[in-house]
């Protein structure tokens, strides 16, 4: 089975979107209550352990104004940043 370089680039692509998604759900769910239930709590757990040590990095040098995060909005940036600089180099 051989791989194209542009199945690849796709491949980051969608793991750019796929990531994006969960830092933007991990946002919204820190502004709504969403309650305790056990999938909720799992989905919770899942996107701290995923998401966050992202934010983390990124929380050092970047710090909260206010009641305002913008880590997760940074990571967005760098992450986009990152994966078109990857795909790039992928494709040549």
Do not use: C, H, K
């Given at each position: 089975?051989?791989?194209d370089?542009?199945l690849?680039?796709?491949?980051?692509?969608?793991?750019?979107?796929?990531?994006?998604?969960?830092?933007?759900?991990y946002?919204?769910?820190s502004?709504?209550?969403?309650?305790?239930?056990?999938?909720v709590?799992?989905l919770?757990?899942f996107?701290?352990?995923t998401v966050a040590?992202?934010?983390?990095?990124?929380?050092?040098?970047?710090?909260?104004?206010?009641?305002?995060?913008?880590?997760?909005?940074?990571a967005?940036?760098a992450?986009?940043?990152?994966?078109?600089?990857?795909?790039?180099?992928?494709?040549?």
């Open positions: 089975m051989t791989f370089r542009a690849i680039a796709t491949f980051v692509s969608s793991l750019t979107i796929v990531y994006t998604i969960m830092i933007l759900i946002a919204i769910q502004f709504v209550p969403l309650g305790y239930s056990a999938p709590m799992t919770r757990r996107l701290d352990e040590p992202l934010l983390l990095l990124f929380r050092r040098f970047i710090p909260p104004i206010g009641p305002l995060d913008l880590s997760a909005m940074v967005l940036f992450l986009w940043i990152g994966s078109g600089l990857v795909q790039q180099l992928i494709i040549g």
